[in-house]
């Protein structure tokens, strides 16, 4: 099991740039295919950002791309979420969530964090 805990949220203007990390309990991460999720008030939970065990398979949501990167630190058991320009519509909950047989996370993954606020202004 791995157990995940997502820092690195909070209100920041239009324009700006955040940077999420989950770290991961365990001493298997590099096993485990990660991804970020994130969940606006009154929305789905949706995928943001996926990424491979072995960091050669990233995707990227239409809505994020080219302005999102998905990154991990093995050696650190962390996973990162750097967001540049970021806009109003990128506020919600953020989670990361790790999945050990796919090959990357899907919402029907077995391990989440609690999740960080992420609230952009306009």
């Known amino acids: 099991q791995v157990q995940l805990v997502e820092s690195g949220g909070g209100l920041v203007q239009a324009g700006g740039s955040l940077r999420l990390s989950c770290a991961a309990s365990?001493?298997?991460?590099?096993?485990?295919?990660l991804g970020w999720f994130r969940q606006a008030p009154g929305k789905e939970r949706e995928w943001i950002a996926l990424m491979s065990r072995s960091g050669i398979n990233r995707y990227y949501a239409d809505s994020v791309k080219a302005r999102f990167t998905i990154s991990r630190d093995n050696a650190k058991n962390t996973v990162y979420l750097e967001m540049n320009s970021l806009k109003p519509e990128d506020t919600a909950i953020y989670y990361c969530a790790a999945d050990a047989t796919l090959l990357v996370p899907t919402i029907r993954s077995p391990y989440w964090g609690q999740g960080t606020q992420v609230t952009v202004s306009s």
């Open positions: 365990g001493r298997t991460f590099s096993s485990y295919a």
